[in-house]
């Protein structure tokens, strides 16, 4: 997880990063909105950055 401030969003040049507090190699919460939909690894694919989905969030208050 990672916050910024919308200043800071709207500053963003490409080649910035965005510092994550968790390693590479952790699963990463995917929201689709303000709900927590899948879980995720980060990683490289066709030489640009993606997230592979490993799994759906069981909290059925997330499929409404």
Known sequence: KATISVNELLELN???VIKLDT???DE???KIGNKEMFLGRAGILNNKKAIKVTQRTENKENLL
């Open 28 to 30: 990463h919460k995917i």
């Open 14 to 16: 490409k080649g910035d």
């Open 23 to 25: 390693k590479i190699s």
